[in-house]
């Protein structure tokens, strides 16, 4: 079990990579509107973040998560219910 803080430093590194345009991420950072991700970079990402927390991130799930906050979120309570 990790805690926030963990989660967030180890999904802001995942981010870099894909942060082509230097913008600074934070918890209301929004990944389509303000990381201008296309489809292909967002599951590219989704699946760095699971083999990273070796947790599964189904359709369902990624349409309901828009923002850095809510994936960091997401990725403690499934971390949780392992």
């Known amino acids: 079990m990790t805690d926030r803080a963990e989660t ?3 999904v802001m590194a995942l981010i870099e990579p ?12 929004r990944f389509a509107q303000d990381l201008e991700w296309d489809s292909l970079t ?3 990402f989704v ?3 699971e ?7 189904t359709m369902n799930q990624q349409a309901a998560i828009e ?3 809510q994936l960091i979120d ?3 309570e499934l971390s949780e219910a392992k």
């Open 74 to 76: 997401a990725v403690g």
């Open 42 to 44: 967002v599951l590219d």
């Open 67 to 69: 923002s850095v906050g």
């Open 47 to 49: 699946a760095n973040i």
């Open 8 to 10: 967030d430093a180890r």
């Open 18 to 29: 894909f942060n082509k345009k230097g913008i600074e991420v934070s918890d209301q950072t």
């Open 51 to 57: 083999d990273e927390f070796d947790i599964l991130i």
